[in-house]
């Protein structure tokens, strides 16, 4: 079993920041490629953010250059760093994870809501 726990979440003005966290157990986590998604009421859910065992990362268009994921491999961690918020990025956001072999994200975590205020 992997078990995935989101915080950092919360309410911030536009052009705000936030850092989301997500602890991950059960599982060694250096095996996992991990990622963030997120979700608003009426959307399909959107990938965010992506980041592989050997550190290397992916963002679509709408998020690239004002958020940042890493990880720490010895806290079992995976953060995503989120600058110049827009109120377009109010969603719940999810924290999920993979194995190397998976086709898709098949760890999923409770999410945390973000809100961004004009």
């Known amino acids: 079993q992997v078990q995935l726990v989101e915080s950092g979440g919360g309410l911030v003005q536009a052009g705000g920041s936030l850092r989301l966290s997500c602890v991950v157990s059960g599982r060694t986590f250096s095996s996992l490629r991990m990622g963030w998604f997120r979700q608003s009421p009426g959307k399909d859910r959107e990938l965010v953010a992506t980041?592989?065992?050997?550190?290397?990362?992916d963002y679509p268009d709408s998020v690239k250059g004002r958020f940042t994921i890493s990880r720490d491999n010895a806290k079992n961690t995976v953060y995503l760093q989120m600058n110049s918020l827009k109120p377009e990025d109010t969603a719940v956001y999810y924290c999920?994870?993979?194995?190397?072999?998976?086709?898709?994200?098949?760890?999923w975590g409770q999410g945390t809501q973000v809100t961004v205020s004009s």
């Open positions: 980041i592989s065992r050997s550190g290397s990362t």
């Open positions: 999920a994870a993979k194995l190397f072999a998976a086709g898709s994200y098949n760890y």
